[in-house]
């Protein structure tokens, strides 16, 4: 042991320097979502971590026999958990203010011009729950910020939910964030792509080679024509979500065909895509980041959907249920296909639907599933989101 004050002075050692940088590395690996038990196979570097739980998951080693005897502590896992949670708070955070504001919560400056916000605080706190987090942000008492201030603004809203109730949010909100992003505003994603892309007409722009033969119309004979010429289809609102008013077409014979179209068509214009092999055991969900397949350690933050009992919908709000995912050539040859696009249309996190070799939806206002990724993969990639924003606007964490 070598005194780092060797006069005399008193102060820490080289070795206490090497233990606190190790307790340091593994509160990244607790943040990040790692368990702890694949350190217990044997020697290794936390870098193996990723290496190593693939092995496990593939079989090809044997989970650790032998576990410490403090795990088994009553309240250990607790503890754990607690100091797991508040680890991914701080590192997701990166010592950022970071506030919630509604889009019915903005003004704008009667004099100056500035757009001003009723924002609720969003501090994480050790043992925090996502339920708890976000009651405690609702329970705040709102503050008065100044929105042109901000170094980056995180577009998310539900459309279809307000297109009855709040018809006028969604468009308001790509305002705003038009307006922020002139004033120098880092605005994930871009506010007019997201306009267009909040339609699943947004794929049509995209290549053919990635997507199924599709037709965007509001005459039920012409989808009892397309769907005569290409066989097996699905049809769905343009602007729809949650698997709400998703048929499958078997044939121009279908008995229900008139009372599948009418459905449809209450909400607008009608989607109808030649139906993919394959898609009755589900779709793929994969997260893109800046163009590329989010990925934290290795581990993809991607997963399948498979339906459960008869319904071909595979949504999760329809009862579908997650399971990992290995990303092979397909999914990394549509993903190549689309990322120079999305990039130069700003959008910076979407989630793409696949089956087979085609996307059948973007999702790129509020694409969910981050829940299911760390259940399943026991990651929390909420970091490398949160460092590539950083990028984005040269801010330091």
């Known amino acids: 042991m070598v005194d780092r004050h060797p006069g005399g002075g008193g ?7 090497i233990y606190l940088r190790g307790i340091t590395r593994i509160l990244q690996v607790l943040a990040e979502g790692s368990s702890l038990d694949v350190l217990f196979v044997g020697k290794l570097a936390l870098d193996h971590i990723a290496l190593i739980q693939d092995l496990l998951d593939r079989e090809v080693l044997q989970p650790p026999w032998i576990r410490p005897r403090w795990l088994d502590v009553p309240g250990a896992q607790e503890r754990l958990d607690r100091l797991r949670a ?8 990166g010592g950022h203010e970071v506030w919630y504001v509604g889009v019915g919560d903005v003004e704008l400056g009667e004099r100056d011009g500035q757009l001003v916000a009723r924002a609720h605080a969003a501090e994480f706190e050790k043992g925090d729950t996502l339920k708890s987090f976000m009651e405690r942000i609702k329970e705040r008492d709102a503050e008065r910020i100044v929105m042109d201030d901000l170094d980056a603004l995180f577009l ?20 705003f964030g038009q307006m922020l992003k ?3 505003v880092t605005v994930a994603n871009d506010p007019m792509s997201l306009v267009r892309a909040t339609s699943k007409l947004y794929l049509e722009e995209f290549p ?27 049809v769905k609102p343009l602007y729809g979500a949650k698997g709400r008013n998703v048929f499958m077409i078997e044939d121009e014979g279908e008995a229900n065909l008139a009372q599948m179209t009418e459905a449809v068509l209450e909400d607008g214009y009608a989607i109808v895509q030649e139906f993919v092999d394959g898609g009755e055991d589900g779709d793929a969900r994969i997260f893109l980041l800046e163009g590329q397949i989010l990925e ?8 399948r959907r498979v339906p459960t009992g008869n319904d071909p919908r595979a949504n999760i709000s329809k009862g ?66 949160i460092e590539a924003l950083e990028r984005r606007t040269g801010s330091k964490s």
């Open 11 to 17: 102060g820490g050692s080289v070795k206490d320097a």
């Open 86 to 93: 508040g680890a991914a708070g701080t590192r997701s955070q």
């Open 156 to 175: 998310r809203n539900e459309s279809i939910d307000d297109l009855q109730e709040r018809p006028w949010a969604s468009p308001l909100g790509a305002v």
């Open 182 to 184: 002139a004033q120098g």
């Open 208 to 234: 053919e080679r990635i997507r199924p033969r599709s037709l965007v119309t509001r005459d039920p004979e012409a989808i009892s024509r397309f769907v005569g010429k290409v066989g097996r289809s699905v």
């Open 296 to 303: 934290r350690h290795g581990k993809p933050a991607a997963f």
């Open 320 to 385: 579908g249920r997650s399971v990992p995912l290995e990303i092979g050539d397909v999914e990394r040859g549509i993903v190549e296909a689309m990322s120079k696009k999305l990039v130069a249309d700003g959008m910076y996190f979407v989630g793409i639907d696949v089956i087979g070799d085609k996307v059948v939806e973007i999702n790129a206002e509020s694409p969910g599933g981050m829940q299911s990724i760390e259940r399943l993969y026991e990651i929390d990639v909420c970091p490398t989101v």
